[in-house]
């Protein structure tokens, strides 16, 4: 079965970094496009990062310039570096994705997720 287990969130003041790990199984990684999402409580769910099965990234404009998405395919795992935090940026973190070469199709049911909390 598709397993999507992420780790690596926690509690850290703005300006702070953290990475998150999105560890996949019972999927072919290497044709999977992957994307983070993130949901804050209230509010919808939002596509964040995503990265095709061919490494090409794209970002939400909100996090451009401190948020890098990275995949390594030996490890069937797909990273967010996440610097210069936020507040807003206060949210539980997904991973999602789908064999589609071009974009992060978010075909698979959802794990848990890793919840990451700014503080000021």
């Known amino acids: 079965q598709v397993q999507l287990v992420e780790s690596g969130g926690g509690l850290v003041q703005a300006g702070g970094s953290l990475r998150l790990s999105c560890a996949a199984s019972?999927?072919?990684?290497?044709?999977?496009?992957m994307g983070w999402y993130r949901q804050a409580p209230g509010k919808q769910r939002e596509l964040v990062a995503e990265?095709?099965?061919?490494?090409?990234?794209n970002y939400a404009d909100s996090v451009k310039g401190r948020f890098t998405i990275s995949r390594d395919n030996a490890k069937n795992t797909v990273y967010l570096q996440m610097n210069s935090l936020k507040p807003a940026d206060t949210a539980v973190y997904h991973c999602?994705?789908?064999?589609?070469?071009?974009?992060?199709?978010?075909?698979?049911?959802w794990g848990k997720g890793t919840l990451v909390t700014v503080s000021s």
């Open positions: 990265i095709t099965s061919g490494g090409s990234t």
């Open positions: 999602n994705g789908g064999p589609t070469p071009i974009k992060s199709v978010a075909m698979y049911n």
């Open positions: 019972g999927i072919i990684f290497t044709i999977n496009s």
